[in-house]
């Protein structure tokens, strides 16, 4: 054993790990896999019952590192043996890396690392495992090497690190960021499997459409050529361009800076030269090199080539309503007025077509509406109204005196609001109830992440403030509301002296007095029956609160939440005392400070909406059965939805689906992959803490 120091100031090795980047550290980890000329890279991540991430190990069958350049690989940053190579060394494939960096990124990862290598050496195939710890990032333990005869490749493990950000390693946008890195190079190299967490990386299997072009530049009197190729994806990507070296593989990544509305997109320009210009990227166009010119190029073929997509995909949204009878247009136009109506219809229906409500008859009234009000006849509504809905002569009266206070949009935008809540409640309810659906809703990958996009379940009057931070930031936050300017203030901890975390916090401010009103929300999963721990945990939190000097002069109002489907017998108790309302647990003042602690249960929750809901409920006339309801669920919250409960069956779906493998409501492409829900909102773990709101 021998240990190796790395020649560099700790913190500037702190800095190149971005430890707030795991999901990149990941990225980086597979290219020095795939540079060692690896044809199979594993990423397993390991949970803990809480499905908190425990460990993540990245395993490859490349060429491994010798035990010779062992202690050169970690004891200075830079000097890679990749600097000035352009192939790996046995393949001849393209190389990523060159910095000398890579290594260095698994502290994101764990603050314990390990790395086990078998190569091919001078004294032939040997293991060594290297080690390293965050509390001296600058020191790696060489163990002796062995004479093995295993297959080559090298483990990488990082476990230790306790932290909420590792969570982004298991959500849905971490496998599309790997699939949209490494598309070009799995396209390029077939053989190559990539498997993220038990499944493969396969970016063929999630393109829509993929289309390549030309580009020439002119820098400083030279022609130069590159190629751009414009992936559109089935599925929810962050947009992003990157530039490549000739063979596809990324040097560097940035912004896009086009609209594209509605479409989901990587664009990857490859040229050679890319890999010779890295101090330029940071600059883009404000640079007067070469990729100042090919970014410009770039982007202007962008914009060229989603001008004509959109185009097309208007076509095809208007032929699938055509197909399925919704279109409220019968008859080509004849008169230039009647195309120009036509015209201008199809741009503005095609353009809002996303946030329609999912019943066809819904759609089709939509589209009627739509119609009238490019037409300017808001009279004729009635007659398009009556054949849809077969209204009433009261209904019809009632419409003309609503339009001539408001606008057809503002009818339409309400009315679906409120048949979306309607759904939401429908599926919440399924959620929380069903005695199958509630074993299998998480809390905080699924159900915190949910209700982060429906705020207003909790009172129309909060606004979200916090969602997942640590008691020390929801303070600092409340602070900053209160444009108060002093330092950041201590940390403030619980009795046991540990930090409380809160996933999410609701504000108010109420002019009465000046005061500020806070709600911070517990959610536990359906399936979690409260007892006297979780309720001493949230009391924890207002303790806290309650006991800081900083809050002596703030006029405010704290309620803490805890929302549960059931409560022991101990609990039940303590929210039925004779001095205080109805599910209040505790309630006390410090100072100018009023801290109440609640325990609600799902059912409440969900009365006091549709209390709220109810004249618009019996209004609207809209009783959303469960598929609607989890129709809704798959349409807006398809990233956080449990998938056995949004899984549709493949005949309530074949009617959806658009000429392009389009499909509508999320339902699976014309080739059986899943799509995702065109327009659906974007938005953690089953923590023990807050699923606040």
């Known amino acids: 054993m021998r240990r190796v120091h790395l020649e560099a100031a700790e913190d500037h090795v702190e800095r190149l790990a971005r430890e707030h980047d795991p999901v990149g550290a990941v990225k980086e980890l597979i290219w020095n896999a795939l540079d060692a000329d690896a044809r199979h890279v594993s990423v397993v991540i390991e949970q803990s019952e809480s499905e908190s991430v425990d460990k993540i190990i990245v395993a490859d069958d490349g060429t491994g590192i010798t035990p010779e350049a062992c202690a050169a690989t970690f004891d200075k940053i830079g000097g890679s043996w990749k600097k000035g190579a352009r192939v790996s060394q046995e393949l001849g494939r393209p190389l990523h890396g060159q910095a000398g960096h890579g290594r260095l990124r698994a502290f994101a990862l764990g603050a314990s690392i390990r790395w086990t290598t078998v190569a091919d050496g001078i004294d032939g195939r040997q293991k060594a495992i290297i080690s390293a710890h965050n509390a001296s990032r600058n020191d790696f333990q060489i163990g002796d090497p062995q004479r093995v005869t295993e297959e080559r490749g090298t483990v990488v493990e990082a476990w230790g690190r306790q932290s909420s950000v590792l969570n982004k390693l298991v959500v849905d946008r971490a496998r599309t960021q790997l699939t949209t890195e490494f598309a070009p190079y799995l396209a390029m190299y077939p053989d190559v499997v990539i498997e993220y967490n038990g499944d493969r990386i ?82 883009g166009e404000a640079s007067d090199g070469p990729i100042a010119s090919l970014l410009f190029v770039t982007r202007q073929k962008l914009r060229d080539h989603f001008k004509l997509r959109a185009v097309e995909r208007r076509h095809e949204i208007v032929d699938k309503w055509k197909d399925d009878g919704l279109y409220p247009y019968h008859e080509e136009p004849e008169t230039e007025a009647e195309k120009v109506e036509r015209e201008t219809f199809d741009i503005i229906a095609t353009t809002v077509h996303r946030h329609m409500p999912k019943p066809a008859k819904h759609q089709r009234a939509t589209l009627a509406l739509l119609r009238e009000s490019v037409k300017h006849q808001p009279s ?159 009391k924890s939190y207002a303790l806290a609160v309650a006991e800081d000097p900083q809050f002596a002069d703030v006029r405010v109002e704290w309620d803490f939440w805890l929302v ?125 803490v807050t699923d606040s709101q």
């Open 202 to 283: 396969d970016p063929q299997a999630a393109i829509q459409k993929e289309t390549p072009y030309v580009l020439e530049f002119t820098h400083d009197g030279n022609q130069e050529t590159a190629v751009l190729r414009i992936i559109e994806w089935g599925m929810r990507v962050d947009r992003e361009l990157h530039l490549c070296d000739a063979e596809g593989v990324t040097v560097d990544i940035t912004e896009v800076r086009i609209r594209a509305p509605g479409f989901d997109f990587t664009a990857y320009v490859l040229w050679r030269g890319m890999p010779d210009h890295p101090g330029e990227f940071l600059l």
């Open 380 to 538: 004729h509504v009635n007659k398009i109204l009556d054949e849809v809905f077969r209204l009433s002569s009261d209904d019809k009266s009632e419409l003309d005196r609503l339009l001539s206070r408001t606008s057809l949009s503002s009818i339409i935008k309400a009315s679906s609001s409120v048949a979306d809540r309607l759904d939401f409640l429908a599926a919440l309810s399924h959620m929380v109830f069903d005695a199958e659906a509630r074993k299998l809703v998480k809390e905080r990958t699924e159900l915190h992440k949910i209700l982060e996009n429906e705020t207003w379940i909790f009172g129309e009057h909060y606004q979200l403030l916090v969602s997942d931070r640590s008691l020390d930031q929801v303070l600092n936050r409340h602070l900053d509301v209160l444009g108060r300017e002093e330092p950041a203030p201590a940390p403030v901890r619980r009795e046991d002296g540990s930090v409380g975390i809160v996933d999410l916090m609701l504000s108010r401010s109420r002019k009465e007095h000046d005061r500020r009103q806070h709600l911070v929300v517990e959610l536990k999963a359906p399936k979690v029956k409260v007892t006297g721990k979780e309720l001493e945990q949230i």
């Open 564 to 688: 549960t489907s059931e409560m022991n017998k101990m609990v039940r108790a303590e929210t039925r005392q004779k001095d205080k309302p109805r599910g209040c647990a505790w309630d006390l003042s410090e100072g100018e400070a009023s801290i109440r602690v609640w325990v609600k249960t799902w059912s409440d929750l969900i009365e006091e909406s549709k209390g709220r809901l109810q004249y618009f409920r019996e209004h609207f006339d809209h009783d959303p059965s469960v598929e609607q309801a989890m129709e809704y669920l798959r349409h807006v919250h398809a990233q956080y939805a449990p998938e056995a409960l949004v899984v549709p069956p493949r005949d309530a779906v074949d009617d959806f689906i658009l000429p392009d493998g389009i499909a509508l409501n999320g339902g699976p492409s014309s080739n059986g992959e899943a799509t995702p829900v065109i327009g659906a909102s974007p938005s953690v773990d089953e923590a023990q």
